[in-house]
């Protein structure tokens, strides 16, 4: 009788190609993702060897990480130099005979947005690309993670990468989450319950009631901040949600083909009895809006909490809060939504939701930067444009934009920003800027406010 395997053991076993002396395994790689940031750069290092990329349909690359996102763009860039980086790849992609999406393409925007929306990731494939990131699309029951450049060469060359087998991991959401709660909440409760490096040296399937009634986009929100508690990648299970967002997408298969793909896709389920190295289960009924406090994603508390007693005093030095002091009512100077882990149609639909109708408070600067350049469009198309800019946000082309500072556009130095980014280290978003990671809904809610707030106050204030 064959041993229960759990999903990781099936995208793994998979994909072994060979087993390899002193440990490892080298691993057959399905798809390769580029970024303009990086992107010239392996791409010309592989020409530069005289090695040609083996099957350029497998390879794609995008300008969204350095490209700007204000109205009227063109290839430059606030970022000094940023200019070159965006020229060099497109002419290197084009060398190299594989897909771009440029900087005004209609199919541009933030990798891990757009991969999904063209079905270029797929249940049981294996997908890289150089951003720690890249963990979002196991959503869609893939085996995707971060890697570097010379990394990216060595796949693009082959069709392989080398890699010791990490640990496996079940992370179980029981029950229900409340009606306020969102998927950025689940995540962000993991972190502060288990720390940033719970999830080190292993792979994680995150599973339960709570996870599978999560729509495709929630669940890639989810996955997104595997890498925040410092796992190899994180993934869910496919089920007829999956198949039902892929349908007829540009890369998905067609006719009998997508029928033999979903056949296929319905046995990668982690099979009853499969062991795992580690488990851990939380309540979804119990999880509440959440909020970092301090300069990892792990310090981070429910928005109605105080301050850790025994927070450690590097990072209240730098976010310039004090131990028992309350999160809530905190003054902030931005707002921020957007990045890969909470840009899509559903994050802004919510958060629109709420902020219709409301004003953002006086001196508060607040942007919103749709994760790709269709979410911009449908999003425009129901009017949700009009309500981020009549209630005082600006509104972005596409693209990771103020995610990270990279010697581009940045908040001004100094200022505290609540933002639906997936990392609050020091200078993440500008120059000593002091950033609080939060939900859409929790981002709403503080930039009306001007403080750190609780977002069920509003809905409840709406409700009376």
Known sequence: MNQPQSLFDKLWSSHVVADLPGGGALIAIDRVFLHERTGAAALNSLAEAGRTVMDPARVFAVTDHIVDTRPGRTDQTLMPGGQAFITETRAAAKAAGITLFDVNDPDQGIVHVISPELAIVLPGCTLIAP??????????????????????????????LRLNKPKSMRVTF???LPGSITPKDMILTLLAQYGAAGGKGHAVEFAGDAVS???????????????????????????????????????APRGVEWDQAVESWRSLATD??????????????????????????????????????????????????DKGQAIKGVPINAAFIGSCTNSRLSDLRRASALLKGHKIAVGIKAICV?????????????????????????????????????????????????STTNRNFESRQGPNVKTHIASPETVVASAIAGVIADPRDLVESETI
């Open 174 to 176: 029981k029950g229900k």
């Open 213 to 251: 009634a999560l729509d495709m986009e929630g669940r890639m929100t989810l996955c997104n901040m595997a890498t925040e508690f410092s796992a190899m990648s994180g993934f869910i299970a496919p089920d007829e949600k999956t198949f039902e967002y892929l349908k007829v997408r540009r890369y």
């Open 272 to 321: 009853a009895g499969a062991i795992f190295d580690q488990e851990i289960e939380i309540d979804a009924s119990t999880i509440a809006p959440m909020v970092s406090w301090g300069t990892s994603p792990g310090q981070t508390i429910v928005v109605d909490a105080a301050v850790p007693e025994d927070a450690a005093a590097s990072p209240l030095d730098y976010i310039a809060l």
């Open 370 to 418: 749709p994760g790709s350049s269709r979410v911009k469009r449908e999003a425009e198309a129901e009017g949700i444009d009009q309500i981020f800019k009549n209630a005082g946000f600006e509104w972005r082309e596409s693209g990771c934009s103020m995610c990270f500072f990279a010697g581009g556009e940045s908040f001004d130095e100094g200022s505290r920003v609540i």
């Open 131 to 160: 951003d720690s990131h890249t963990c979002t699309q196991g959503a869609f029951g893939a085996l995707a993670w971060g890697i570097g450049s010379s990394e990216a060469e060595h796949a693009m060359a082959t069709g392989t």
